[in-house]
């Protein structure tokens, strides 16, 4: 994949982020690469610059876009994130050389109705959670897998996480990830 112009999802708040960005757009043109401002404009690829929160969101502009992501993590944990901010520039000269695999993780996409009327969607990398407007309520949840329909459940909440998203909290709680190599 030949990566030209990039588009940038950067944490709203954060002095480190757009520090980031700053040097990624010194670094840019020499490399051959555009950095795209503007939402309309296509991109090849979207870089993340933050932590797990600005990656979930660069993951629906992603999706939306059909592009892949490269996370690079500002924040304290960095789960989904594949660089870290010091090494900015050779995850970009990594990027421009192809030297570099995707990892494709599941999404979820999800409707929520009310009486068979749509009231929100949502795709999400982590999760979808359904939640009571009311304190001292349960709500009824009807949850489908296409059309098919799969169970009822009174609760004061539901939610529907991904692999990718029921790791994150096992880790941000103080959980371990584990891998197994043969031997």
């Given at each position: ?24 757009r010194e ?146 709680a103080g ?9």
């Amino acid at each position: 994949m030949n990566v030209q112009a990039i588009g940038v999802v950067l944490h709203p708040t954060s002095p480190t982020a757009r520090q980031a960005l700053e040097q990624l757009r010194e670094l840019a043109p020499a490399r051959g690469l555009r950095v795209v401002d503007r939402e309309s404009e296509p991109v090849d690829m979207i870089v993340a610059l933050g932590g797990d929160g600005t990656m979930l969101r660069a993951a629906r502009e992603a999706t939306a876009r059909g592009v892949p992501l490269l996370g690079v993590n500002l924040g304290r944990m960095g789960f989904l994130s594949s660089a870290e901010a010091a090494n900015l520039e050779l995850a970009i000269d990594a990027l421009v050389a192809g030297d570099y695999t995707l990892e494709f993780r599941m999404m979820l996409d999800g409707v929520a109705t009310l009486e068979g009327e749509p009231l929100v969607a949502a795709v999400a990398l982590n999760e979808i959670v359904v939640e009571k407007g009311t304190p001292s309520r349960v709500i009824e949840v009807d949850v489908s897998v296409g059309r098919d329909e799969l169970a009822r459940y009174t609760a004061d909440g539901f939610i529907v996480a991904t692999s990718t998203g029921s790791t994150a909290y096992s880790l941000s709680a103080g959980g371990r990830s584990w891998s197994r190599t043969s031997t």
